[in-house]
């Protein structure tokens, strides 16, 4: 299984603090999660940065990155600051 914990807003604004997933692509991961929490507007999950075992996922490819049993995805909503 997959440990998705979530951070910042997210975990906040949906009272969500971990899941656990199935293993396969980022992109099942979250598609799981829009299952499993159906609150979570689609949109908030896409937009999210993504860290699998601490290291970041970036660019186009970052959903088809393959996950397996025991890795860890941390999703962590962008924020911005004035």
């Known amino acids: 299984m997959i440990t998705v914990k979530f951070f910042g807003l997210i975990s906040v604004d949906y009272n969500i603090r971990q899941i656990l997933v199935k293993e396969g692509s ?31 996922l970036s660019g186009n490819k970052r959903f088809s990155v393959l996950l397996k049993d025991g890795d860890e995805l941390a999703l962590i909503n962008p924020s911005s600051g004035g």
């Open 26 to 56: 980022v992109k099942q991961a979250l598609e799981e999660i829009r299952k499993s929490c159906p609150h979570i507007p689609e949109q908030h999950l896409m937009k999210a940065l993504l860290f699998v075992n601490k290291q970041h």
